[in-house]
């Protein structure tokens, strides 16, 4: 699965549960065979927003876990309970 490539200077995120490593859609319910990226990827206009939403939604739920990527689809970073974001 690869990360949507979206308008520049957005991010998006994709959760999974951070003991199994199951991928999650945008409900935090676990991902069945057929999915459409639109439930999956979470898109931001920013870093910091990106980032402010991770850290809240670690806080309420400490077995998420979150990966970053950049407009080109590019990974750049996990985040979880261990992160300080």
Not at 12 to 20: D, G, Q
Not at 59 to 71: I, R, V, W
Request: glycine content about 4%; charged content about 20%.
């Amino acid at each position: 699965m690869n990360a949507p490539i979206i308008e520049i200077g957005h991010f998006s995120i994709l959760a999974v549960e951070y003991e199994t490593g199951i991928l999650l859609n945008k409900q935090f319910k676990r991902l069945n065979i057929s999915f459409d990226n639109n439930n999956v990827y979470w898109i931001f206009k920013d870093r910091f927003s990106a980032l402010e939403f991770m850290k809240e939604r670690i806080g309420t739920n400490n077995s998420l876990e979150f990966s970053l990527f950049n407009a080109n689809g590019d990974f750049i970073s996990i985040y979880n309970k261990e992160t300080n974001i």
